[in-house]
């Protein structure tokens, strides 16, 4: 499986951004998929999950109430919807899946996307 994260760029303070992730293979719809997203001088965090039918979905304190997570299994894609926007969202986000369910901690993933870069201003 290949996973290709696309949509990032450069929004102010208090809008919103969508982020997408387009993944290769027949097997998308059987992957628990989560965003991870890593800010300069930090370490990778977890930003969201959701479960292989998109029934659960699950989220960092710090983005819980703006950001939501969704998938659309026919057309092999995630996606991250990014409203409220705060300077301290700026990072790379990276999508990822999972064989097994989604999970807050990036060993439980086994495949990565490139990142995709999410810039917000004051």
């Known amino acids: 499986v290949q996973l290709q994260a696309s949509g990032g760029g450069l929004v102010q303070a208090g809008g919103s951004l969508r982020v997408s992730c387009a993944a290769s293979?027949?097997?998308?719809?059987?992957?628990?998929m989560g965003w991870f997203r890593q800010a300069p001088g930090k370490e990778r965090e977890f930003v969201a999950g959701?479960?292989?039918?998109?029934?659960?979905?699950f989220y960092a304190d710090s983005v819980k109430g703006r950001f939501t997570i969704s998938r659309d299994n026919a057309k092999n894609t995630v996606f991250l919807q990014m409203n409220s926007l705060k300077p301290e969202d700026t990072a790379v986000y990276y999508c990822a899946g999972s064989r097994k369910v989604a999970a807050t901690i990036s060993e439980g993933y086994d495949y990565w996307g490139q990142g995709t870069q999410v810039t917000v201003s004051s």
């Open positions: 959701i479960s292989w039918s998109g029934s659960s979905t």
């Open positions: 293979g027949h097997t998308f719809s059987r992957l628990g």
